[in-house]
């Protein structure tokens, strides 16, 4: 099923402990078409400014990443973020963010992208989310991303964002922001109850039935109303740049699921899903999506999923396989 991706296409200055680059390709949108296009046609939607290269655009062409809704705006500034990281990588500084041409963006689809069955509202301003999501009302699967910002500044907006969608993917620490709880599990458990307030116009309740919470190097977990599920991160000695793993990670989860069309839900007559995914199914996405997000840190920005293979992928998730599973031991234990 193609997947629509609306998000910021960017330049980013990143320095980390082993180099640095100076706009370099990036964004939200681009990190996520890169790592889903190994699965499913993605389409992409966002603006950038005159001083946005042919050659970036050729990064997604080459992926097969369609970009004809990738809107030139005349006279306009690229969004650009600069970004340093601590020594061990965990700790990330923001030193300039510019909107550009984001300022003022109103999302205009084509029909082409308002016709995808999976659609992925990347981390931007929440009033801009809930408008492309009311674009593609019969969307059967649609994930969410955001971050401290607008929980700060648009919290009201982003719930009601949230409530317009089937999974919801944020780091740990925002999940815990967003809802005021400390613990995780709670905290999933509190979105995973959230509903529309208004029924969607496609009809059916739906609201969150899949939270993601992202926890860095040290994995990721997934809450739904009945289970749990955890994998570590894939573990590497050479992290170099880990600038959209996040985003890599939700291409490969919703770029898995997109790819398996026959296990969500069917459509309604008024259409939208709506219908619980199989556990099994959110398993093996976690696991892609974990391996995609392990090869984006390997080096800065794109440059090691520009030139990433399928097989070198599945050769990942045998390892990653084989290093989380483990077998029963029956031992008559004391006590
Ligand atoms: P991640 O490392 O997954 O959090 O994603 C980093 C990417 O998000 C970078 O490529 C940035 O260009 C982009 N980014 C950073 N801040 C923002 C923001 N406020 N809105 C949209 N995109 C952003």
Redesign the pocket.
Known sequence: MPITVV??I???TVKTPFGERERML???A??FALAASFFEDVRVVGPVGEDFGEEQLAVMRRRGVDVSDVERVAGGRT???Q?EYGWDLNS?E?LD?Q?GV?EGFQPKLSERSRSSDVLFL????PDLQRDVREQLPHARFVAL?S?N?WIDIARDSLVHAIESVDCVIL?DAELRQLTGKPNLVTAAREVLSWTPRTPPASGGARGPSVVVAKQGEYGAALVTREGFFALPAYPLETVID????????AGGLVGYIAAHRSEIGATTAEGGGGEELSDGLLRRAMAHATVLASFNVEEF?TERLERLTGNEIVARIKELHAMTQFSGAPLKLRG
């Open positions: 998000g910021s960017a330049y980013d990036g964004g939200a681009v990190h969004f650009f973020w970004g990330r923001t963010t909107l984001f990347a981390n931007i301003q991303d971050m910002l780091n880990p600038t959209g793993a996040g985003d890599t990670f920005g």
